[in-house]
């Protein structure tokens, strides 16, 4: 269970009208989805960063369970996330960028060269393990880096718009990889506009307003 509690954060440096100050609560189960939406410049990335590790809170409390994940560095909270520009590695082909997931030293055993090949498969792009990034598509790049999230051993998966320009039926296909992600207890936040991909994996939703997070449809009980 992922925990946050007046986690809160303070940018120094900010435009006139600009939120400022964030503290945000935050429950989620392993296996639930929330999904958590809010205009331009509402906190989003900056929630995601929190939890992820990349931004320090001024106070507060993030743990899971009973351990402090702010003791613990960005690799070692058994926390994934899927940015909007998605990091991958230019002079890496697609193979190697979705192994640097499961090996960082890309020593990969049968096993993991087996689930690359499945996920590529699983995203119509079977035939293109051995392209560069800079030899595919937007979505098809994007295709990538979610099939990388989504192979990590995770605890908790942090989706940032996701599924974004994607057609439906590779949307449809990385719903089914996300929700076989939650039933083996993965706990997924998706911050997402768009109301299919909340439908379909949400569990619950909050908006994020003046810089707190609010309940915008109840966690189930
Ligand atoms: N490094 C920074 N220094 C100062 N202000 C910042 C910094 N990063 C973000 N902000 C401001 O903090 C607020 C929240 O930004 P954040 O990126 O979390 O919003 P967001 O909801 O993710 O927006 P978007 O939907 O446009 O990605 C914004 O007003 C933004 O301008």
Redesign the pocket.
């Given at each position: 269970m992922l925990i946050a509690e007046a986690l809160s954060f303070h940018?120094s440096?900010?435009?006139p009208g600009?939120?400022l100050d964030f503290r945000f609560d935050l429950r989620l189960a392993p296996g639930q989805c929330v999904a958590v939406d809010?205009?331009?410049?509402?906190?989003?990335?900056?929630?995601l960063n929190l939890i992820a590790g990349f931004l320090k809170p001024a106070s507060g409390q993030l743990r899971w369970l009973d351990e402090d994940l702010l003791a613990l560095h960005p690799w070692r909270r058994g926390v994934t996330t899927l940015f909007q520009d998605h990091n991958l590695f230019d002079h890496l082909p697609v193979w190697a960028n979705i192994g640097l997931g499961l090996a960082p030293d890309l020593r990969l055993n049968a096993g993991q060269r087996q689930r690359i090949t499945e996920g590529l498969e699983q995203v119509g792009m079977a035939e293109m393990a051995s392209r560069l990034p800079s030899e595919l598509s937007g979505g098809q790049r994007q295709r990538v880096a979610l099939v990388r999230a989504l192979l990590r051993d995770t605890r908790l998966l942090l989706l940032d718009e996701p599924f974004t320009g994607l057609d439906r039926a590779n949307r449809e296909t990385l719903w089914v990889q996300v929700e076989r992600l939650k039933h083996s207890g993965v706990a997924v936040l998706l911050v997402s506009h768009d109301a299919e991909d909340v439908q379909a994996l949400a569990d619950y939703r909050l908006r994020?307003v003046e810089g707190r997070l609010i309940v915008a449809s109840p966690a189930p009980a």
């Open positions: 940018y440096q900010a435009e600009q939120t809010g205009p331009s410049g509402a906190g989003k990335s900056t929630l994020l």
